[in-house]
């Protein structure tokens, strides 16, 4: 199997920290920023700085992403984050700490997963600080907007779809303050908080080997992790389809299907 092999070598030794990105929920049907070839998709993210400066952004936002959550909320985990949690609990891991926002590793049975940048699983109100559950909004906007476009639509990698006219969505504010409401993630523009990154780099810290599991690293979000395994002198594996800008950093590169490649390698691993 030569470089599963080495892989499945360096995992088995135990004290790993694991670094998702989009291309480890692409065969759940989630599509990614970038493909193969690490071309940016067309594809146009609503910015933190657009969302929070205009009622009409918010409202574009918000119907595209009411859509989109029903395909979201359906998604299933695929034989990647399966994988992960096998590894996980045969105790090979330190830590988990994903760049998505899909929830995918936690519906796939992983624990203590550090998300880097929210989950669209939660809400948050930018007035008062308010958190409440995605599937609470989800019933309220469905109430305000009785039968707004049932069809199915291509998903976005943001968990939205493209809609050209959103001017007939109703948005909905806090129920406690009546202020604005946003998704609990980081948007485009959005600084990550700093105990987050604090606790991803402790993680790194603390294991052995960081290996990289469908991230481009295109964006310093995840590629500073990278940076900082290689200062400490710690092993630093990818498993990526297509180029990765921490390829040049890493000891061991993996250019296959995630799914392929981690159902292979955990396989040999069953106690």
């Known amino acids: 199997m030569g470089v599963y092999d080495d892989l499945a070598d360096l995992i088995s030794a135990g004290s790993v920290v694991i670094l998702t990105g989009a291309g480890i929920s692409t065969e759940s049907g989630i599509p990614d920023y970038r493909g193969e070839t690490g071309r940016v998709r067309p594809a146009s993210p609503m910015t933190y700085q657009e969302f929070v400066g205009s009622s009409t952004s918010r409202q574009r936002y918000w119907a595209r992403s009411h859509v989109g959550w029903r395909f979201i909320a359906d998604v299933r985990p695929n034989a990647g984050h399966l994988a992960v949690t096998e590894l996980q609990r045969q105790e090979l891991l330190t830590g988990i700490v ?146 990765t800008r921490g390829d040049a950093q890493a000891d061991l590169k993996v250019d296959a299907p995630l799914g392929e490649v981690l159902t292979a390698v955990s396989a040999t691993m069953v106690p």
């Open 98 to 243: 994903t760049q998505n926002v899909d929830g995918l590793h936690q519906a796939a049975g992983a624990e203590d997963v550090l998300e880097l940048h929210g989950g669209l699983d939660g809400v948050i109100c930018l007035d008062c600080g308010e958190r409440s559950r995605r599937t609470e909004l989800e019933t309220r906007l469905t109430e305000a907007n009785p039968g707004w476009r049932r069809e199915t639509l291509p998903l976005k990698p943001d968990g939205d779809v493209d809609l050209d006219d959103t001017s007939g969505f109703t948005v909905v504010d806090c129920v406690r303050c009546e202020g604005v409401l946003k998704p609990d993630v980081v948007f485009f523009g959005e600084t990550v908080p700093r105990d987050r990154v604090a606790r991803a780099f402790a993680m790194v810290d603390a294991a052995t080997t960081l290996l990289v599991l469908g991230s481009s690293l295109t964006v310093m979000s995840g590629y500073r992790f990278v940076l900082h395994a290689r200062k400490q002198g710690k092993v630093v594996a990818i498993v990526n389809q297509g180029l």
